[in-house]
Nanobody, 124 residues
Framework: QVQLVESGGGLVQAGASLRLSCGES????????MGWFRQAPGKEREFVAA?????????YADSVKGRFIISRTDDNKNTAFLQMRRLKPEDTAVYYC????????????????WGQGTQVTVSS
């Protein structure tokens, strides 16, 4: 059951920027942490970033720290964003939005709600 909807993926060259958006579909996640994961072909889904429900606490994977920024809308908190800068070919993956973790945010199995994903392709 799709509860989140991602948008903003695409094909870009290395060094470019993209901003992904994640909105609700049928259920509000305004008072839950939200996060982003990604999955490249043949690899496991990996943690990218997470943000607390107030938008003050953020967490990043080492591989994206300093290049990606996670945020959420200030007013109703129900939309999350992932600003990706200085993209690299190794960032190529399907990016998934998630919400409502029940445990460690780095663990994909703890998140209750997911989107269907948006493809990000970075060419060299």
């Amino acid at each position: 059951q799709v509860q989140l909807v991602e948008s903003g993926g695409g094909l870009v060259q290395a060094g470019a920027s993209l901003r992904l958006s994640c909105g609700e579909s049928g259920r509000t996640f305004a008072t839950f942490p939200m996060g982003w994961f990604r999955q490249a072909p043949g690899k496991e889904r990996e943690f990218v970033a997470a943000i607390g429900w107030r938008g003050k606490n953020t967490f990043y994977a080492d591989s994206v720290k300093g290049r990606f920024i996670i945020s959420r809308t200030d007013d109703n908190k129900n939309t999350a964003f992932l600003q990706m800068r200085r993209l690299k070919p190794e960032d190529t993956a399907v990016y998934y939005c998630a919400a409502d973790p029940k445990g460690r945010v780095e663990n994909a199995t703890t998140w209750e709600a997911w989107g269907q994903g948006t493809q990000v392709t970075v060419s060299s």
